[in-house]
């Protein structure tokens, strides 16, 4: 009777055994190529949000109790002038997970641009946020013109360009974005909606928001008056 549970258990716990120490040697050699990718992708996404700058420093803060990560760049104007540029990563749950997002904003305030880096959104759905806009046609795939990407930044994320978060970003439902409908909604400092996924919209909005509120307080900076003023 005692050996037919002692040599179950002996067998079950060599298997755990076994099965730790394989994943943590299969941890050991994946763990630095992981890093190494999420080191590249945040490279890439840098200098996607903060064109002409030069990333000069990464800073790693606690503001009321949440980590931010930021990096402080310049871009020389002039051989006197130069102007203050910032990158920052914004986080938030969305519909499936979490999105992350790196945003370039310059010294008043106003989104250079930004980077979706990480989702888990629904296919088809909330991760059109990294959809790339095509402008491919029927007569094109047949005679061989007028077909691939329009951008290699994707349409949702190029309509956060030039918005200004000394206020607050709406989300309007207007469709897909396309550059038609780019001065009615920076008019307006709005966004248009993924169709079917307000919630990844909302989430990209909101984190974005909240990071510049966390990066205004790290940095202790104010936008010049006439931003302030709008």
């Known amino acids: 009777m005692m050996n037919s549970i002692v040599k179950p258990t002996l067998i079950l716990g ?3 055994l076994i099965s730790a120490w394989v994943l943590s040697l299969v941890n050991s050699v994946t763990a630095p190529r992981i890093a190494q990718l999420q080191r590249d992708i945040r490279s890439r996404a840098l200098e996607t949000v ?20 930021y990096w402080r760049a310049a871009k020389k104007i002039d051989e006197k002038t130069s102007r203050r540029g910032y990158a920052f990563i914004a986080s938030g749950q969305g519909y499936s997970g979490e999105v992350q997002s790196i945003v370039g ?20 759905l909330g991760a059109r946020c990294q959809e790339l806009a095509s402008k491919k046609t029927l007569a094109g ?11 290699t930044v ?12 000394n206020r607050k970003i709406q989300v309007l439902k207007k469709g897909d974005w396309n550059p038609d409908m780019q001065e009615e909604l920076q008019q307006q400092n709005a966004i248009s ?3 079917g996924a307000t919630i990844t919209s909302r989430t990209v909005k909101e984190s974005i928001e909240r990071g ?19």
Do not use: C, H
Request: proline share 7%; glycine share 10%.
């Open 14 to 16: 060599l298997v755990a």
């Open 50 to 69: 903060l064109p002409g700058y030069t990333v000069e420093e990464e800073k790693k803060v606690t503001v009321n109790g949440k980590e931010l990560t």
């Open 105 to 124: 904003v310059d010294d008043t305030g106003r989104i250079i641009a930004i980077s979706i880096v990480l989702q888990s959104e629904t296919p088809g």
């Open 141 to 151: 795939v047949f005679l061989g013109g007028n077909n691939g990407p329009e951008s």
């Open 154 to 165: 994707p349409w949702f994320q190029q309509q956060f360009a030039g918005l200004d978060l």
């Open 193 to 195: 909606a993924i169709t």
């Open 212 to 230: 510049m509120e966390m990066l205004r307080s790290a940095e202790s900076f104010t936008p010049p008056a006439e931003e302030a003023a709008k």
